[in-house]
């Protein structure tokens, strides 16, 4: 069975410093592992995917994350945060395309 | 032109009626799905279509009746609507990639259809 914990319910950064959203995995196999953004009343857009070639895997707007099989972990980074990045974060895991596991998802404030 | 679209984007109505939700991607895709999201912002996966067949029912009760006329649609009819039905319906669709790495698939996501329920 696949799941997903997102460590981090809420994040708060300061508008130019280094943004960490963390999440541990669950998995039988070797998994596909995404970050998805949700901003206000909006869809949900792919930030980065990882499935299983390079694990530093890079995104879109500056996003980056590294897969660690020994750690179960697929942690989110950005260097330098902007105001625009406060939405909602999901990380996600999934053993085949039928079928993906949503974390509960990472609410990130921006301070001016 | 929107890859995935939902209709429509709100639906307010009363306890017992049926009501429905179109989705339509533009992608090509294979695979489409249906998701519910909670007032907490949690995303749980309902339905998963491949080419016209159910895959994947994840235990949603049967007043909820998918129907894919096609590949490329995905409806979702609702009866006796209840008042923990009320939620953000997405529309979600999806296709395998083969390339050196092995596989690889992405999830494009339709807009949500608040639904309320009162």
């Known amino acids: 069975a696949q799941s997903v914990t997102q460590l981090d319910s809420h994040v708060s950064v300061s508008e130019g410093t280094p943004v960490l959203l963390r999440c541990n995995y669950s998995s039988s196999y070797s998994p596909s592992l995404f970050w998805y953004v949700q901003h206000p009343n909006k869809g949900l857009q792919l930030l980065l995917k990882?499935?299983?070639?390079?694990?530093l895997v890079k995104g879109i707007n500056g996003f980056e994350a590294e897969f660690k099989k020994s750690e179960t972990s697929f942690h989110l980074t950005k260097p330098s945060a902007h105001m625009s990045d406060a939405a909602e974060y999901f990380c996600v895991v999934s053993e085949d395309i039928y079928k993906l596991s949503f974390g509960a998802g990472t609410t990130v404030t921006v301070r001016a | 032109d929107t890859a995935v679209s939902q209709t429509p984007k709100y639906l307010v109505t009363q306890m017992g009626n049926d009501k429905s939700i179109k989705c339509e991607q533009n992608l090509g895709h294979d695979t489409m799905y249906w998701y519910k999201q909670d007032s907490k912002k949690f995303l749980k996966i309902m339905f998963s279509y491949n080419n016209k067949e159910l895959i994947i029912n994840e235990t949603v009760p049967n007043r909820f009746s998918p129907k894919s006329p096609d590949k490329a649609h995905l409806n979702l009819h609702i009866n006796s609507l209840e008042l923990g039905d009320s939620a953000v319906y997405f529309c979600?669709?999806?296709?395998?990639?083969?390339?050196?790495?092995?596989?690889?698939?992405?999830?494009?996501f339709g807009p949500g259809t608040r639904l309320t329920v009162t």
């Open positions: 990882y499935t299983s070639a390079a694990t």
């Open positions: 979600a669709s999806s296709q395998v990639y083969t390339g050196v790495a092995g596989n690889s698939y992405e999830q494009y």
